[in-house]
């Protein structure tokens, strides 16, 4: 991978991404590399040669170095995926399950991937298309999932579901989650959603507190179409993207999802297995028991 321009988005929001993304704009500049810094993190740090605007990011770079932490990185995979920048994810936050690299750790990350000691993992996205009577009222892409939810309103919801056209079940409760694998270690794990590898090309259909004794995830292939009937009284109901982009939903709205044509692609650093990041992240494990 050619490496000429290295973009910087930052999520402004955290303190520790101003002096990060200093430091980083110093180090690209000492090797004479060009760093192309967004422009609400330009504004940020006072940048007076100014910032580039997310719509137009990803027609300059060659990298992506996403500051921030998971829900950045999602931020990031909007701007860029459809272009096919690889990320780089830095993590400012929790968990990290995404952003791989520490910030004590982002230069020598750096320095591999100007060594080429990286590789590139792609991720499948989902496209999302919003359909309200017989028009098309909106159409999303995501990395990890697209959720319909009852939102603040104390009513349950309504949702049928077909697959190819062929309806599979019906789901009374708080919603439903459709995710990619990348995003099955997200909102749909907690609505005891299955653990599937990245590698995997899939799509997952999770209800979220199904009035149901017999409501079970459902994985479907990747080239199988999911379609999702909403009907619900209350006017709260929502359609999230990645957690990020919200669009209010109105009885009979469908929501067909299929995977999507573009991918992510993320820049990994080390060796470690999907399942050892699963395992220390989650810190999952087996208890030994001694006598």
């Known amino acids: 991978m050619k490496l000429e321009r290295i973009g910087i988005w930052g999520n402004t929001a955290k303190s520790a991404v101003g002096p990060l993304a ?13 760093a192309v810094i967004a422009q609400p993190l330009a504004e940020s740090l006072g940048e007076v040669r100014g910032g580039v605007g997310e719509n137009r990011l990803a027609e300059s ?78 159409r999303f892409i995501a990395l990890n999932d697209v959720a319909m939810d009852r939102g603040a309103s104390p009513r349950v919801m309504e949702f049928e579901i077909r697959v190819k056209g062929v309806p599979v079940t019906t789901y009374i409760g708080d919603g439903v989650i459709v995710s990619t694998p990348t995003g099955s270690t997200g909102y749909s794990l907690s609505a005891n959603g299955p653990v599937v590898s990245p590698t995997v090309r899939a799509v997952i259909i999770t209800p979220i507190c199904a009035h149901s ?9 990747e080239k199988e179409e999911v379609e999702i009937e909403f009907h619900s009284a209350t006017s709260e109901a929502r359609m999230a993207v990645d957690g990020q982009v919200g669009i209010a939903l109105e009885e009979g709205d469908r929501i067909a999802v299929r995977a999507a044509q573009q991918v992510t692609r993320l820049v990994l650093l080390d060796n470690a297995s999907f399942y050892e990041v699963l395992r220390t992240k989650f810190r999952w494990g087996n208890p030994r028991w001694s006598d």
């Open 22 to 34: 200093r430091n980083l704009i110093q180090w690209v500049e000492e090797k004479g590399l060009e």
């Open 61 to 138: 770079i060659d990298l992506l170095v996403s500051l921030g932490g998971d829900g950045s990185l999602l931020h990031s995979a909007r701007i860029v995926g459809g272009a096919g920048v690889p990320i780089l994810g830095v993590n400012l936050g929790r968990l990290g399950f995404l952003a791989e690299v520490a910030p004590d750790q982002m230069l020598e990350a750096m320095e591999r991937i100007l060594s080429g000691k990286f590789r590139i993992e792609e991720r499948m996205n989902l496209e999302a298309t919003l359909l309200r009577g017989r028009k098309e009222a909106g």
């Open 213 to 221: 004794l017999a409501a079970r995830t459902v994985i479907v292939s």
